[in-house]
């Protein structure tokens, strides 16, 4: 434990979480925005592709005509976990570090609102020509929202095994 100017103390172990979440939010907005190339026609607008039907583009890589196992798996790879995993330290993390987030509703809306971010950064970049390759995609929402819904319940799950340990744990604390 530290002690800040104020007298207040400061939890170490947290003040390194709160490290963590900040390089790990850094970590999201590298991968998703400043990871776009820009576009042959750098500097041109035009209108970039909107995906607003669930699981039509992931599905229509599975068309029998141009099918392979090989783009299957990097297919199910990049977009399938590579979205779920994008944002599920976020459903981790903020009902860790901020006690307003323990609320499920909370969380998840929060993980939305990321995700909608997120994709509407990627239009507008794509719009005015400053990237290219990404496309607004629902799937992309819908998978982080999973994946937010994962990290929530992984919290969930370990804040009651730390309470149940506590609980039934045969070690006292001496004086």
């Avoid at 035009?46 to 583009?57: L, R």
């Avoid at 607004?136 to 999973?146: A, K, R």
């Amino acid at each position: 434990m530290l002690w800040s100017k104020n007298y207040k103390h400061i939890s170490i172990i947290r003040e390194l979480l709160v490290m963590a979440f900040v390089i790990y939010c850094l970590a999201v907005i590298r991968v998703t925005i400043f990871s776009l190339h820009p576009s042959a026609g750098f500097g041109q607008s035009g209108t970039p592709s909107v995906n607003i039907i669930p699981f039509a583009e992931m599905f229509r890589g599975f068309h029998p005509n141009h099918f392979s196992l090989g783009y299957m798996i990097r297919h199910l790879e990049s977009n399938l976990i590579g979205n779920i995993l994008l944002l599920l330290p976020l459903g981790f993390f903020l009902p860790m570090l901020w006690s307003k987030f323990r609320s499920f509703k909370r969380t998840v809306v929060i993980g939305i609102l990321s995700s909608l971010s997120i994709e509407t950064v990627q239009y507008i970049l794509a719009y005015l020509g400053l990237s290219s390759g990404r496309a607004s995609d629902i799937d992309d929402v819908i998978l982080n929202s999973i994946g937010v819904i994962i990290g929530y319940m992984v919290f969930q799950a370990i804040s009651c095994g730390i309470k149940c340990f506590r609980k039934y744990s045969t070690f006292t604390k001496v004086d």
